[in-house]
C-alpha cells in the first residue's frame, strides 16, 4: 500500500516568512500532485510533478519531485494570508492523499 | 480546466433514510470516476473507485451495501449511503480524471451530509 506523510501537519507563520512542507512515502510514484483545499470547498490542483528531480515555480510556490520519486517539498516565499488553507499532496494511479498540511499565515 | 460539479451540495436526512450524491463530469467522459470521505480537519480518504458499465472496486474497510456506486454513464457517477447513521456525516468528494491529460484527476466542490 502506498503511503504519503506530510510534515508538518500544522504550520502557522507571520506573513511576509517563507516555509517549506514536505511529502514523504517508501514508495516510488510515476508522478505528484500538490493540492489546496479551502473549507467546505473541493480541493484544487496547483501542479504535478512528473520527472525526479524536477522543479516547477508557481508564481510564490515552488514544487520539487525528489530525484527518487519518493519525496516531494513545496516551498512558498513571502507567505500571504491568501495561503491559508490546507495543502495536501497526493500520488498513485487511484488518487491517494497524504495526511495534509494546514497553513495559517497570520496578517 | 475540466469541471465536476456534485450534487447535492449540502444535504441532510434522518437516521435510518437513505441519501444519494450526484458527481457528473460537464465537458469530458470520465470511464472511472473515485469517491472520498473527509471528516472534520482529515485528508481525503478514498472510499471507492467507480467504473463505467461495471462494478465498483471498493477500498479495505469500506461497506459495499452500505455505500452503493452507480456509474451509469460517462459522465455520471451516484454515491448512495443507504440506512444513514449519525456517523456517516462527512464531507464527500468525487474525482474524475480527464483523459486528455493523462494522470491529473478534478475534483467535485464537495457535498455535505449530515444524519440526524
Known amino acids: 500500500t502506498q503511503l504519503l506523510e506530510q510534515s508538518p501537519q500544522f504550520l502557522s507563520i507571520q506573513e511576509g516568512e517563507n516555509l517549506t512542507v514536505y511529502c514523504n512515502s517508501s514508495s516510488v510514484f510515476s508522478s505528484l500532485q500538490w493540492y489546496r483545499q479551502e473549507p467546505g470547498e473541493g480541493p484544487v490542483l496547483l501542479v504535478t510533478v512528473v520527472t525526479g528531480g524536477e522543479v516547477k515555480k508557481l508564481k510564490r510556490l515552488t514544487f520539487q519531485f525528489g530525484d527518487a520519486r519518493k519525496d516531494s517539498s513545496l516551498h512558498i516565499t513571502a507567505a500571504q494570508p491568501g495561503d491559508t488553507g490546507l495543502y495536501l499532496c497526493?500520488?498513485?494511479?487511484?488518487?491517494?492523499f497524504g495526511s495534509g498540511t494546514r497553513l495559517s499565515i497570520r496578517p | 480546466g475540466a469541471v465536476v460539479s456534485q450534487h447535492p451540495s449540502r444535504v441532510i436526512c434522518k437516521s435510518g433514510t437513505s441519501v444519494k450524491i450526484e458527481c457528473r463530469s460537464l465537458?469530458?467522459?470520465?470511464?472511472?470516476m473515485f469517491w472520498y470521505r473527509q471528516f472534520p480537519k482529515q485528508s481525503l480518504m478514498l472510499m471507492a473507485t467507480?467504473?463505467?458499465?461495471?462494478?465498483?472496486?471498493?477500498e479495505q474497510g469500506v461497506e459495499k451495501d452500505k455505500f452503493l456506486i452507480n456509474h451509469a454513464s460517462l459522465t455520471l457517477s451516484t454515491l448512495t449511503v443507504t440506512s444513514a447513521h449519525p456517523e456517516d456525516s462527512s464531507f464527500y468528494i468525487c474525482?474524475?480524471?480527464?483523459?486528455?491529460?493523462?494522470?491529473?484527476?478534478?475534483f467535485g466542490p464537495g457535498t455535505r451530509l449530515t444524519v440526524t
Open positions: 474525482s474524475a480524471r480527464d483523459p486528455r491529460t493523462g494522470h491529473e484527476q478534478y
Open positions: 465537458d469530458f467522459q470520465a470511464t472511472t
Open positions: 467507480s467504473n463505467e458499465g461495471s462494478k465498483a472496486t471498493y
Open positions: 497526493a500520488g498513485g494511479s487511484k488518487i491517494i
